[in-house]
């Protein structure tokens, strides 16, 4: 008697073990999928630390890293964080979760300092529902308006892919092609007047307010 007792006492708690959800594990790597690895895609985001990365901004300040490997972009007194490694022509995918009234951006080929004078940058923020317009999700920022605002409601996760060959920008936020453009036919205006885009730069991650924050996951990279 006492033997079948444990045993369905073993096999109770087996069964119950077994239907408990998955536990996202503190700065747990990310890791790319079979058919990624294939494609020649790498990791941006280790999901543990900042390697490969640069934070412009303030000294001792950066963003922090949360549950499941999540980038989250808090902080004070820094603007951007670029990728040490130069990109040409890329392909570029992530999830991004904004906070209400969140705001950032993807930028690419910037210089090491000073990326919002004078690089190309997709806008993301809390403007679900909004028409499109050259400062909403899915604008090259100040430039040019997507085909249609495709962003989700403010704490929902979105998916992003940017690709640029020759400087042929191609964005889909969350399944939709929202730009298809040259950049080489569009005249860009950045912070300080128009510039011309550069052949080959960082990536960079946009800290836009430290009140209302943006997050980034999964960010992955195949060069073209």
Request: aromatic residues 8%.
């Given at each position: 008697?006492?033997?079948?007792?444990?045993?369905?006492?073993?096999?109770?708690?087996?069964?119950?073990?077994?239907?408990?959800?998955?536990?996202?594990?503190?700065?747990?790597?990310?890791?790319?999928?079979?058919?990624?690895?294939?494609?020649?895609?790498?990791?941006?985001?280790?999901?543990?630390?900042?390697?490969?990365?640069?934070?412009?901004?303030?000294?001792?300040?950066?963003?922090s890293?949360?549950?499941?490997?999540?980038?989250?972009?808090?902080?004070?007194?820094?603007?951007?964080?670029?990728?040490?490694k130069?990109f040409?022509?890329?392909?570029?995918?992530?999830?991004?979760?904004?906070?209400?009234?969140?705001?950032?951006?993807?930028?690419?080929?910037?210089?090491?300092?000073?990326?919002?004078?004078?690089?190309?940058?997709?806008?993301?923020?809390?403007?679900?529902?909004?028409?499109?317009?050259?400062?909403?999700?899915?604008?090259?920022?100040?430039?040019?308006?997507p085909?249609?605002?495709?962003?989700?409601?403010?704490?929902?996760w979105?998916?992003?892919?940017?690709?640029?060959?020759?400087?042929?920008?191609?964005?889909?936020?969350?399944?939709?092609?929202?730009?298809?453009?040259?950049?080489?036919n569009?005249?860009?205006?950045?912070?300080?007047?128009?510039?011309?885009?550069?052949?080959?730069?960082?990536?960079?991650?946009?800290?836009?307010?430290?009140?209302?924050?943006?997050?980034?996951?999964?960010?992955?990279?195949?060069?073209?």
């Amino acid at each position: 008697m006492n033997d079948l007792r444990c045993r369905c006492t073993v096999f109770v708690a087996i069964a119950l073990f077994c239907t408990l959800p998955s536990i996202p594990i503190l700065g747990a790597q990310a890791i790319l999928s079979p058919t990624e690895e294939t494609e020649g895609f790498e990791l941006l985001f280790n999901g543990e630390n900042l390697n490969g990365w640069i934070v412009q901004g303030l000294e001792g300040e950066e963003p922090s890293i949360r549950e499941g490997g999540v980038l989250r972009m808090d902080g004070w007194d820094w603007w951007a964080i670029i990728t040490k490694k130069k990109f040409k022509d890329f392909v570029l995918r992530c999830d991004v979760k904004i906070e209400p009234k969140g705001n950032t951006g993807i930028l690419f080929h910037t210089p090491e300092k000073d990326v919002f004078i004078t690089s190309p940058e997709i806008q993301l923020r809390d403007d679900s529902g909004s028409q499109p317009s050259k400062e909403c999700s899915g604008a090259i920022f100040k430039n040019r308006e997507p085909t249609k605002n495709a962003i989700k409601p403010a704490g929902e996760w979105n998916t992003v892919e940017i690709t640029v060959r020759n400087n042929h920008v191609t964005v889909v936020l969350n399944g939709e092609k929202v730009q298809d453009v040259d950049l080489k036919n569009v005249p860009l205006k950045g912070d300080k007047g128009e510039f011309q885009v550069r052949e080959e730069g960082g990536i960079a991650l946009q800290h836009k307010s430290f009140k209302h924050k943006a997050e980034f996951r999964n960010i992955r990279v195949k060069s073209l």
